[in-house]
Structures are given as structure tokens and as C-alpha cells.
């Protein structure tokens, strides 16, 4: 099992939760991203940058990842391409996405999309909390521990 990471828009609180938790599994992760990226020193941590584009992190995530792995991400297509994958699909703020949340999540992105572009101001997720970062922190650790990788 491998985590990936789709870098671009994780926030620098979750990478360092994922720092911690790669050395502590000896799991290997690998953060993608289209711009260059820090990552500390370790035999278990990579980052990739892929060219500029739309989606092109993510269809690097997708195209290398094989069932089983965990993907760490707030985008609903590339969790739902995990799924469909057989992967895991984890967001920032520490929901799953699931065979059987997948679709809601899509409709709901799909309708938010659209009210943006008839003019509708709509407003962004709230700011990371500490709530979330311990969400976050809780699920991985016990997704980690289910894989006997904790």
C-alpha cells in the first residue's frame, strides 16, 4: 500500500501530519503536484511535479495508484476515479469518500458548479480548523491501524 498525496491544494498542517504518520507506518507516500515542492528528508517521502495543466496532478495520482492504496485529497473526480479504482479516497478535512457517498458528493459539486456559472456567488469551504486537522489525524491513524500499518 502506497499513499499519495494530491499536493497542489493540501494545506501544509495535513502534509506534516502525513510526514509524521510515513515515518511512523514506514509507508511509502508520494506528494504530486504541479510546482515544485518541499518534503523532509526520509526514505519513505517523494514528490513528483508533473507539468501545468488542468488535472494533470490528478491524472498522474490516478493512473499510478493500485487498489488498496489511500489517496489524500479534497477532489471529488479523483476520489471517485480512486474508487472506481479500488483505492481509498481520504479529504483534508478527514471524511472518507465512499462507494456510497461518491455520487452525493458529485451532485452536490456538480450543482454548486453550476450555480457558479449563472452568476451565483457561492461561498468556499471555511478555513481548516483544529477540529479538522484532528479528523483528519484520528481517520488516518485508524485507517493506518486497519492495515496493520500503524
Not at 506534516?16 to 507506518?25: D, T
Not at 515544485?36 to 493512473?63: H, K, M, Y
Request: proline share 5%; hydrophobic share 40%.
Amino acid at each position: 500500500m502506497n499513499i499519495w498525496v494530491d499536493a497542489d491544494a493540501c494545506p501544509v498542517v495535513i502534509k506534516e501530519i502525513l510526514y509524521r504518520a510515513a515515518e511512523r507506518s514506514q509507508i511509502a507516500m508520494t506528494l504530486v503536484a504541479n510546482k515544485p515542492l518541499r518534503s523532509p528528508p526520509s526514505r519513505f517521502i517523494r514528490a513528483i511535479q508533473v507539468s501545468r495543466g488542468f488535472d494533470v496532478a490528478d491524472n498522474e495520482i490516478a493512473r499510478r495508484m493500485e487498489a488498496g492504496d489511500l489517496v489524500i485529497t479534497a477532489d471529488i473526480p479523483l476520489a471517485a476515479d480512486v474508487i472506481a479504482r479500488g483505492g481509498h479516497a481520504l479529504n483534508p478535512r478527514g471524511e472518507f469518500y465512499s462507494a456510497d457517498n461518491i455520487r452525493e458528493c458529485l451532485s452536490v459539486r456538480d450543482f454548486m458548479e453550476k450555480l457558479r456559472e449563472t452568476g451565483v456567488q457561492t461561498e468556499g469551504p471555511a478555513p481548516l480548523d483544529q477540529t479538522d486537522r484532528k479528523r483528519f489525524a484520528d481517520q488516518l491513524d485508524r485507517f493506518l491501524s486497519r492495515q496493520g500499518r500503524a
